[in-house]
């Protein structure tokens, strides 16, 4: 898995910034250098956080029914992503 190309739904963790260790989930590629990030809470789907992707930390964790949603050219609700978020926290827990 190529962690400096990210992907459309993938859960990552913040680095840096006042943001940091918080889960969010990639809406959006902007460039080779930046990504649009949502958590559906403090950053909504309609105020996406511009991050760069050396300040993220992926996971193998996709969320597959917002990728579906965003691929097919639709904006997901930000309970769907609070939704994701939380499922995925419950699935890195028990893996750890």
Same mark, same amino acid.
């Given at each position: 898995m190529d962690w400096s190309n990210p992907v459309i739904g993938r859960v990552?963790?913040?680095?840096a910034g006042r943001d940091?260790?918080?889960?969010f989930i990639v809406i959006g590629?902007?460039?080779e250098d930046f990504v649009l990030v949502c958590d559906g &809470?403090? $950053?909504p789907v309609? #105020?996406?956080?511009k991050k760069?992707?050396?300040?993220l930390k992926y996971t193998d964790l996709v969320a597959e029914n917002i990728a579906e949603i965003l691929?097919?050219?639709?904006?997901?609700?930000?309970? &769907?992503? $609070?939704?994701?978020? #939380?499922?995925?926290?419950k699935i890195l827990e028990e893996e750890s």
């Open positions: 990552a963790y913040s680095k940091k260790g918080k889960l590629i902007v460039d &809470d403090l $950053r309609e #105020k996406p956080k760069r992707i050396k300040h691929k097919s050219g639709r904006m997901p609700l930000n309970a &769907d992503i $609070r939704k994701a978020i #939380k499922e995925m926290k």
